[in-house]
């Protein structure tokens, strides 16, 4: 191993259109172990919270995607979801105050080398579905892990999303609200959404956006 590889436990993690797998290695980097999947929620984002919610909760110190090029090395549609879903992960953590490096790599043959896991450790394909998410992204940890610890240096390339524009000020009619009385939007006796809160903040995650148990209790991974 060299002496450059930091210590730490490392996340891998494979991204599909229905679900998401998750993997999660030893702090040596010696082996990589599937943890859990997520259903995607692409409207809400729920999923995204709680792999957040994972980061946090097993101090994670670097998080690999896999990137799904073509065979022949090209992006594709895949390719550019899971570099959505990336930005999307570190915008997340950086809103709960965590710099946790995210990076992508190559996870051409992934699922692939992930059915043949499976179907060599006596999984009937009808029971695939449920674990070869979590098993691709142990595929893809390992592979990361073990370059990292050969060379040093971390595989593929880093994510930096660029910052979110600002939001235009709400300009409200008449230089107040709409009807002259009150905060904006408090008519008819309905009070106004507190400012900066949104539906989002305020519900809880649905039942389906995590199909394995975690230890997380919310979507942001803090315990009550």
Known sequence: MSDAFARGRRMGVDVGLVRVG???????????????????????????????GLVQEHDVVAVYVGLPRSLDGGENASTAMARDYAEALVRRLRVKGREVPVRLVDERLSTVDAHRALLEAGVSRRDHMDKVDQVAAATILQSAVDRARATGAEPGAPVDPPAPAAAEPAVAHNGGDLDGHGPAGAQDGQPSREAGSTAEDTAGAPDWARTAPLTTTDPDGEHS
């Open 22 to 52: 998750v993997a999660l290695c030893d702090p040596d980097g010696i082996l990589a172990t599937p943890l859990t999947t997520l259903r995607r929620d692409p409207r809400k984002g729920f999923d995204v919270k709680l792999l957040a």
